[in-house]
């Protein structure tokens, strides 16, 4: 949870906002198949349906009141993924910074699967 400061008070964010605003903002990026999870069990790359794609997000919070945000993915077959990852990471540190105020220290994309087909 991230504590912001205003003139009024203050303002605290759960991770889960953080989560479902960057898994959004990476989702409707042109290419991107959706977010995946590996499974502890069998330790295959899963892909996520729509409401519960916060698990292939993952927040920490720094020391400094920023946070860093870390993606998986799975992509279209056929997309360039070193543009793909630079649009999802300006997309997602544009709409988390944006909604929130809360400044993004690093954007790390993980990309785990390639969808065929």
Not at 7 to 29: K, L, W, Y
Not at 35 to 51: A, C
């Amino acid at each position: 949870m991230v504590t912001v400061q205003t003139e009024q008070g203050f303002i605290r964010i759960a991770s889960d906002v953080f989560t479902i605003i960057a898994g959004v903002a990476a989702t409707n990026c042109f290419g991107v198949k959706g977010m995946t999870v590996r499974s502890v069990t069998d330790g295959l790359v899963h892909l996520l349906k729509r409401e519960s794609m916060g698990k292939g997000v993952h927040i920490t919070y720094n020391d400094n009141g920023t946070i860093s945000i870390e993606l998986h993915i799975a992509v279209d077959q056929g997309v360039n993924i070193p543009v793909l990852c630079t649009n999802i990471i300006e997309e997602v540190r544009y709409k988390v910074a944006l909604a929130t105020g809360v400044e993004i220290k690093s954007v790390d994309v993980f990309v785990d699967s390639m969808m065929i087909g």
